[in-house]
């Protein structure tokens, strides 16, 4: 049984395997030579507002879908 606490657990660690694994490979190409740091810290900062979005899921439609109210 899929539990609250799992599904959001579930789709930060989605959130967080995909944000590391892109930054692993732009700072490998930092490393290189063949990328600049600016990709990285770009990448970074635009990612943000996954992280706010998820949030904002959780919050506004965890409730009704799971039944809270």
């Not at 799992?6 to 789709?11: K, T």
Request: proline share 6%; aromatic share 16%.
């Amino acid at each position: 049984m899929n539990t609250p606490n799992r599904v959001a657990a579930l789709g930060l660690n989605v959130i967080l395997l995909v944000n590391l694994a892109w930054s692993a490979a732009l700072y490998l190409r930092f490393l290189r030579g063949r990328g600049s740091f600016t990709s990285l810290e770009k990448w970074q900062t635009d990612y943000l507002p996954v992280y706010g979005a998820w949030a904002a899921i959780v919050v506004i439609l965890f409730p009704p879908l799971f039944r809270y109210i």
